[in-house]
């Protein structure tokens, strides 16, 4: 039997996508005195002479920094409420929640946003943000016996991304499912034409990738108040002359922006989409009853 698959799923990367800045610069580096020039000057040096991922390097350095001062879990979360968004945000998801029309209710038809980030998923799960977010995915501390953070427990690369693309499209949100289980696309409850990625950047290549390889839709955003148009020029090469998306727009939540009626656009053509298709197949499987 196949899933009613009416479910669209809208899925974000973090940083410089729905902020701004790096979300240890607005939670972390006030907090602990962490000067951010050094701390991303040791990041990359261990990148780039010591050979080690982003993700681990930056978490090590972390560590590293707070040395006795390291924070539980809980304190993480609580700064996530000093994290800092692009405008419109968390507005957006009361409004998007309002724009859809009654007959996607009447066909059961819901939209759904998740995270997926190469940041610390506690600081986005202290945040504004998470109370309308389905699941946060993101990079994750073990902790020692005093409760404190101690070593790296989970850690999300800009590749590995793109497995949570794969357990939305499943249905497989806790890590103690295997998503590499074989699943039928026909029970698969969030089919990728039914997804909408947003990212920034490089870093978010793969997911694009998959996306755009799989009938989803992928959006690269940029900081229009960047004076250096280096935000921008990542979305125009990922655009123009890569390929990988087909819409960049200004990283502007608010109604009425240039993201804003993509987004909803885009929403409003799946849903239809669904419609259309469960129509047809109610049309298709009635039978006219026999004359007499």
Not at 172 to 178: G, T, W
Request: glycine residues 8%.
């Amino acid at each position: 039997m196949s899933a009613p698959q009416n479910t669209i799923a809208i899925v974000y990367d973090y940083d410089q996508t729905l902020s701004p800045n790096y979300m240890q610069e607005d939670a972390l580096f006030p907090v602990f005195g962490i000067n951010p020039e050094h701390f991303w000057r040791r990041c990359a040096e261990l990148v780039k002479g010591q050979g080690y991922d982003n993700e681990l390097a930056y978490m090590k350095v972390l560590l590293d920094c707070l040395e006795i001062d390291r924070p539980t879990n809980a304190q993480l979360r609580e700064l996530g409420a000093r994290l800092t968004f692009y405008k419109g945000l968390p507005e957006l998801f009361a409004e998007f929640s309002a724009l859809l029309p009654p007959e996607f209710a009447a066909h059961g038809i819901t939209v759904e946003h998740y995270i997926v980030s190469s940041g610390l998923k506690e600081l986005i799960e202290g945040s504004r943000l998470a109370p309308h977010v389905r699941k946060i995915f993101g990079c994750e501390f073990a902790v020692d016996a005093q409760g404190r953070i101690a070593f790296p427990k989970r850690v999300i690369s800009h590749t590995q991304k793109t497995q949570f693309l794969f357990r939305i499209n499943k249905g497989l949100l806790e890590m103690d499912q295997d998503v590499d289980d074989h699943m039928d696309p026909s029970v698969r409850p969030v089919p990728f034409s039914n997804m909408i990625y947003i990212g920034d950047g490089p870093t978010d290549v793969p997911c694009f990738t998959v996306m755009r390889r799989n009938g989803g839709h992928a959006i690269a955003v940029y900081n229009s108040a960047d004076p250096t148009r280096s935000s921008f020029k990542k979305c125009y090469q990922l655009s123009i002359h890569a390929d990988r998306v087909h819409n960049i727009a200004p990283s502007d939540f608010r109604a009425g922006s240039h993201l804003r009626l993509l987004l909803e656009e885009m929403v409003l053509e799946i849903g239809r989409r669904i419609i259309g298709h469960r129509l047809k197949d109610l049309d298709e499987g009635t039978g006219e009853s026999p004359g007499f």
